[in-house]
Nanobody, 114 residues
Framework: QVQLVESGGGLVQPGGSLKLSCAASGIILSRHTMAWYRQAPGKQREFVADTLRVGATVYADSVKGRFTISRDNAKNTVYLQMDSLKPEDTAVYSC????????WGQGTQVTVSS
């Protein structure tokens, strides 16, 4: 059974930074493309970024240049470094494979507000 546990969210001022973590079990992350997604209240979940097995990365236009996705295969964990945060980044952030599969975790809330 795949289990994904997100953490690291919180309240941050515009222009601030956060680093999210996604700890995985029941899946070997090095064998999968892993991605971060986000969903704001009343809106559809959207793709944020992913990292391929070969190390290449892809970012949504809305976050490119501000966010960095990475992975630590030894820890079976995926990260999302979020810099220069904007209020429109406010959402629940979740990790999953790309394409997503199985159950979604609870995600971690990121709120960007002054």
């Amino acid at each position: 059974q795949v289990q994904l546990v997100e953490s690291g969210g919180g309240l941050v001022q515009p222009g601030g930074s956060l680093k999210l973590s996604c700890a995985a079990s029941g899946i070997i992350l090095s064998r999968h493309t892993m991605a971060w997604y986000r969903q704001a209240p009343g809106k559809q979940r959207e793709f944020v970024a992913d990292t391929l097995r070969v190390g290449a990365t892809v970012y949504a236009d809305s976050v490119k240049g501000r966010f960095t996705i990475s992975r630590d295969n030894a820890k079976n964990t995926v990260y999302l470094q979020m810099d220069s945060l904007k209020p429109e980044d406010t959402a629940v952030y979740s990790c999953n494979t790309n394409p997503p599969q199985g159950r979604w975790g609870q995600g971690t809330q990121v709120t960007v507000s002054s």
